[in-house]
């Protein structure tokens, strides 16, 4: 009983019906150069827009985001409700853990994130240079909502997409192991995939119903069982495959 009130003791949660976002701390690495991100709470949820880059070669492509920093986790579970995103042009979306150092160049850590073109993505991030470690191609539709589910417990990191009309269900599952990142904070994340070649436009998504915890594993002999027609990637570390800007995560055109 002890040891379940202390979990709860350190869940958090967030369903910014306040319209505020106390207790986060805006990850805005490209205000210094001149391109700051917005932060919004359209009808009691939680937009967050990462202006233009204004020199993607140098200071890497559009992205911005919340953590809580708050609270450090090592095994953990975070989920997200994504309420809509902009797919007029290649992003990635998500949830980020494990995060430590975050700024222009020293953000560590974990992301799982959807990219509009067709795809989750598990992704570690170092300095913000990426590692892809796993993917698993879905498609979801911006006048829908989705839940974004990110699980680690030590190496081992899954994440999954739900939809919320039919939410036992995943429609696609990625898993990777990778230690290189032992604890850190969980939040929010918006990243444009755009080739910093052709330019930055931006990236914008709105989300809702944020919760964190730490991860408690199944019952001992529990099976861990992926349903029928879930997508799923099992890949080692470095295992990724895909073309990466020279900042941030990876871009889904090979």
Do not use: C
Not at 49 to 78: C, E, I
Not at 132 to 155: C, E, H, I, M, T
């Amino acid at each position: 009983m002890l040891a379940g009130l202390s979990s709860a003791a350190r869940a958090q949660s967030d369903d910014f019906n306040d319209g505020n976002d106390a207790g986060w701390t805006h990850y805005d690495p490209l205000a210094g150069v001149g391109a700051p991100g917005q932060w919004t709470f359209p009808g009691g949820a939680y937009r967050i827009r990462a202006a233009v880059s204004p020199a993607p070669g140098t200071a890497g492509p559009s992205r911005a985001g919340s953590l809580r920093l708050d609270q450090s986790y090592t095994d953990f579970r975070a989920t997200v409700d994504l309420a809509t995103f902009d797919n007029s042009h290649d992003q990635a979306i998500g949830l980020f853990a494990r995060a430590t150092q975050p700024g222009l160049g020293t953000t560590n850590g974990y992301a799982f994130t959807y990219a509009v073109t067709g795809g989750v993505n598990l992704t570690r991030v170092t300095g913000e240079a990426p590692t892809d470690l796993g993917q698993a191609p879905v498609l979801l539709n911006p006048a829908k909502s989705y839940r974004l589910v990110f699980a680690g417990q030590g190496p081992a990191l899954t994440g999954q997409v739900f939809d919320l009309s039919a939410p036992t269900v995943p429609l696609a599952t990625v898993s990777a192991v990778d230690a290189t990142y032992a604890g850190g904070s969980t939040g929010l994340v918006v990243f444009d995939n755009t080739d910093s070649r052709v330019g930055s436009l931006g990236a914008d998504a709105t989300f809702d119903n944020f919760s964190a915890a730490p991860f408690v594993a199944p019952e001992p002999g529990a099976a861990v069982v992926f349903p029928a027609g879930a997508a799923v990637v099992l890949l080692g570390r470095g295992g990724g495959r895909r073309r990466r800007d020279r900042r941030g995560w990876p871009s889904s055109d090979s």
